[in-house]
């Protein structure tokens, strides 16, 4: 009988459970890249995905798999493929699971970079719809016949838009369409969205799952609940090689993972492993810290707007009370049309000035000068991003340190 335990003992235990070399506690880093087998027979059948095993890291090593099974742990899932950045992770999902005469519908407020690899996608031949993905109707509108996918994120960079997640789910279940939720914004330990239906579940591990800017990485997980029986775009000789169950994920690591290159390091993923431990514990704190920045904000006369789903004034502040165990560690702010918002930040002392999210330290970056320059100002306006827009990632810092930054810089 298996004993069910609590997701940070889990995550503590997981690689020591698995009885590694020498009774590390830690999977060791394997920095192998190629694999030799005493019978050729082995790497025959490894090849042919008839067993589990190791020919080349391009696809598969020992450390990045201890990682790969961590990730699924805190998904709930059946099964997870990690990447060399959660961009890589997108990409490979998309370019394994999407033919040219396919249709896509995301949400309009993908962050930048993502919709950036969409438009290039849109660029190539692909039909791919942006929707205001905060109401399901807006979704249901633009399905099609040949509709294969649709792309949200829990919460939205930078300006906080929460999709119908429930919703969508619900319609993606009814249609047979494949729901994919990128969960970095919350990570599954404020959320999983296997809860709302999802098919797959994109994290980008550099951010609160590593947790200290330090490792690149991205993941893509398996819930289960999807029926890849029925997905006609599934390369024919899989269907004799591999269970119903495991194809999708197999075209991703073959087609996505090992046809791409975008291969996680096995040194990166011993220091996103380790990180992994204390996700519940940095993120109770980095919550708790975001939530009285946000409240000390909205009663400060130089700022115009709070961008952060725990306020009342949120518009989908009851649906994220409702789905989310916290209202995450990320927020943006509007500053007073009498303050220049890059003045404003120089003068902060302990925030960092950087991009980069779910980092134990927090950082501040100016929105419109630097992630979503490209978009220009006319699509800006669109997701609803001001000029004057400051995105923060709230760290780990004593509380009363950084609202006494804070204050200094807008009284300055």
Known sequence: MTTKRGFTTTLLHADRLGKPEHGSLHKPIHTSVTYGHEDVQDLVDIFQNKKKG?????????????????????????????????????????????KHTDHIVASSFLFGNSRSIFQTYIDLGLDITFVDATDVENVRAEIKENTKLVFVETIANPATQIADLEGIGALCSEKGILYVVDNTMTSPYLFNPVDVKAGLVINSLTKYIGGHGNALGGSVTDTGLFDWSIYPNIFPGFKTQVKPEALGMTQIRKKGLRDA???????????????????????????????????????????????????????????????????????????????????????????????????????????????????????????????????????IEDLDDLVEDFKAALEG
């Open 261 to 395: 290159g975008g291969t996680l390091s096995p040194e990166a993923a011993h220091s996103l492993s380790v990180g992994a431990e204390t996700l519940a514990l940095r993120l109770e704190r980095a919550c708790n810290n975001a939530l009285a920045l946000a409240t000390y904000f909205e009663n400060h006369p130089k700022i115009k707007k709070v961008f952060y789903p725990g306020l009342e004034s949120h518009p989908q502040h009851e649906r994220a009370g409702k789905l989310f165990a916290k209202f995450g560690g990320l927020m943006s702010i509007e500053l007073d049309d009498s303050i220049d918002c890059l003045a404003f930040l120089n003068k902060l002392q302990l925030v960092v000035k950087s991009s980069n999210l779910g980092d134990t330290r927090t950082l501040a970056i100016p929105v419109a000068q630097t992630i979503f320059f490209e978009l220009g100002a006319e699509r800006r306006a669109e997701m609803g991003i001001p000029e004057s827009m400051i995105r923060l990632s709230v760290g």
């Open 54 to 98: 190791y020919a080349y890291s391009r696809q598969g090593n020992p450390t990045v798999t201890a990682l790969e099974y961590k990730v699924t742990q805190m998904e709930k899932g059946l099964s997870s493929i990690a990447f060399s950045t959660g961009m890589a992770a997108i990409s490979a999902t998309i370019m394994a699971l999407i």
